[in-house]
């Protein structure tokens, strides 16, 4: 380690940290089907707030019913929603007649 160019002890701690949070963010998520004794998942213990009309297009009305299918003391200013990727940038591509983004 002393021989080393770079600081080589913060760079193994921060690797180490990631793979560790990365296996703790899937368990959390879907759970950890190794056990009884760990995470059940998110994903998996959540109720349906809203469905979709359509499975491959969402609408500006859907996303508002899903935030108010959320108990109003859990739906602050630092309340956050968990989605895919894919379906963030669905809702940013939604416009008006106009063509204008929401």
Known sequence: MQDSAFDLESYLAK???RAV???FEQDFMTGASNSTTTPKG???SAT???TAASTTAITADE???LIHSVAPQY???NSSLILHDNTLAAIRKLKDSGGQYL
């Open 48 to 50: 349906v707030g809203v």
């Open 15 to 17: 690797e180490l940290a």
């Open 75 to 77: 739906r602050t200013a």
């Open 63 to 65: 996303i508002i019913s």
């Open 42 to 44: 998110l994903m998996t």
């Open 21 to 23: 949070n990365a296996r």
